[in-house]
């Protein structure tokens, strides 16, 4: 284990270490206290996961958290973008090389405050299904036939509350400019790092 310090911004440092050191993995802490703790959770952790090429893995802050030292349970949260293909292959080689089951979640946003009507229940089952069908293209054609589940409800909540209640112990995220459709899921990435039972591994 080498130890460096550096003098400056740490969100920048950070990047520029990870470019200048061929790092294949940065890990931040969630964890820490007073000030620490509110500059990991605020502006630096931010700075990182758009500034840094390699995946990036932020420990679990939640009060009730799991952290094991190799994941059995992997959640993988999809945004349904063309970029979901490729973040799925890599969490599906990911969960082969660490011995870890897989699950596929993609969050239907509610429609309606109205869910009770008949109406708006098949409109969201409809939105349910054609979710499934668009993932499901592109997925299976690329040989990955995998446990899909679609939920309904807010990004955060939803993909923070399935994790807790299928146990995982691994939720990883995409993430890609702004300016992209992945920027959809990667708007929440810090919302879920706060919510996250476990840590999160931002890809």
Not at 8 to 24: C, H, L, M, Q, T
Request: glycine residues 8%.
């Amino acid at each position: 284990m080498t130890r460096l310090t550096a003098l400056g911004d740490p969100a920048v440092k950070i990047a520029e270490f990870s470019r200048d050191g061929v790092v294949d993995l940065v890990m931040l802490p969630t964890h820490g206290h007073g000030l620490f703790r509110g500059l990991l959770l605020g502006s630096v952790t931010s700075k990182v996961l758009h500034d840094v090429h390699c995946p990036v893995w932020t420990a679990a802050h939640a009060a009730k958290q799991r952290a094991q030292e190799v994941p059995g349970k992997i959640l993988c949260a999809l945004d349904g973008s063309e970029s979901s293909l490729a973040l799925a292959r890599w969490a599906f080689d990911f969960s082969r090389q660490v011995g870890a089951s897989l699950q596929l979640l993609h969050v239907v946003r509610t429609i309606s405050d109205w869910l009770a009507l008949e109406s708006e229940q098949a409109l969201q089952e409809e939105l349910r299904t054609e979710a499934r069908k668009r993932i499901d293209g592109m997925l299976k054609p690329a040989g990955l036939d995998l446990p899909l589940r679609i939920a309904v409800g807010e990004i955060v909540t939803t993909i923070t509350e399935e994790a807790r209640q299928e146990g995982a112990d691994l939720i990883v995220l995409g993430r890609g400019p702004m300016h992209e459709t992945l920027g959809r899921l990667r708007t929440h990435a810090h919302g879920i790092i706060q919510r996250s039972p476990c840590p999160v591994l931002s890809v």
